[in-house]
Nanobody
Framework: QLQLVESGGGLVQPGGSLRLSCAASGYSLNYYNIGWFRHAPGKEREGISCIERRDGSTWYADSVKGRFTISRDNAKNTVYLQMNSLKPEDTGVYYC??????????????????WGQGTHVTVSS
């Protein structure tokens, strides 16, 4: 079974950067659409970015577009989320997830079958 492990979270000042990693084991990530989700305090879990298995096409939520970049390293079986110009509202638990069913990736939570345990990101001065 596919297993996902996130890392790279932490405390960062507003305007700073972090790179989150989603390392997979069990199967190659090439077979999955991979999404990044954020669960902010008091809010629903939301999709913020994803990358497609077909051709590496990407999608970003408006709230992170232009600041976050998703990428995939097939050799390391890892997907990254580079987060720049971080804001306090980016605070939350970040999860990566994998979908093996749909042709196109999306930020829809129920489309993803496999989830990591999450990594905490706090943006504060």
């Amino acid at each position: 079974q596919l297993q996902l492990v996130e890392s790279g979270g932490g405390l960062v000042q507003p305007g700073g950067s972090l790179r989150l990693s989603c390392a997979a084991s069990g199967y190659s990530l090439n077979y999955y659409n991979i999404g990044w989700f954020r669960h902010a305090p008091g809010k629903e879990r939301e999709g913020i970015s994803c990358i497609e298995r077909r051709d590496g096409s990407t999608w970003y939520a408006d709230s992170v577009k232009g600041r976050f970049t998703i990428s995939r390293d097939n050799a390391k079986n890892t997907v990254y989320l580079q987060m720049n110009s971080l804001k306090p509202e980016d605070t939350g638990v970040y999860y990566c997830a994998a979908d093996e069913t749909y042709s196109y990736c999306s930020g829809v939570v129920y489309r993803y079958e496999y989830w990591g345990q999450g990594t905490h990101v706090t943006v504060s001065s």
